[in-house]
């Protein structure tokens, strides 16, 4: 499983642990977050700006 960090700030998307406070369950894959899917603690970045780590 991946990670994924948002460029702007400190905020990771672990595939492994999802984001449950977004509606992510553990095991959610990166790929399938939704298109339009920005950041949730900047909201400046989105999905395609997102670098796996």
Known sequence: M???K???CAYVFS???G???EGYPPG???ASLPED?????CSVR???DFEKV
């Open 15 to 17: 595939e492994a642990d």
């Open 46 to 48: 989105f999905k395609e």
């Open 2 to 4: 991946s990670k994924f």
């Open 19 to 21: 984001d449950e406070h």
């Open 37 to 41: 899917f920005a950041c949730p603690d």
């Open 6 to 8: 948002c460029p702007e």
């Open 28 to 30: 959610t894959e990166f």
